[in-house]
């Protein structure tokens, strides 16, 4: 008896998870329960800003130099 009813729960689990993943798609596909923010539909300038910075050291950093072997 015990058996069923582990079968039982084990077949209500998968049968949860199966119509959880169902609903995520379905919410993902048409954007239920996300509020609209509308700062995410703008494009953002932030990659462009930063590339056009110039890399900044650090006092404890050293510069690289092309490496020469002495005899």
Do not use: H, W
């Not at 990659?47 to 404890?60: G, L, T």
């Amino acid at each position: 008896m015990s058996f069923i009813f582990a079968i039982f729960i084990f077949i209500l689990f998968i049968g949860l998870f199966i119509l959880l993943a169902i609903l995520g798609f379905v919410r993902s596909l048409f954007n239920f329960g996300k509020p609209k923010n509308p700062l995410n539909d703008q494009p953002s300038d932030q990659f462009e800003q930063s590339s056009s910075k110039s890399k900044v050291f650090d006092k404890k950093e050293g510069e690289y130099v092309d490496y020469e072997e002495v005899e």
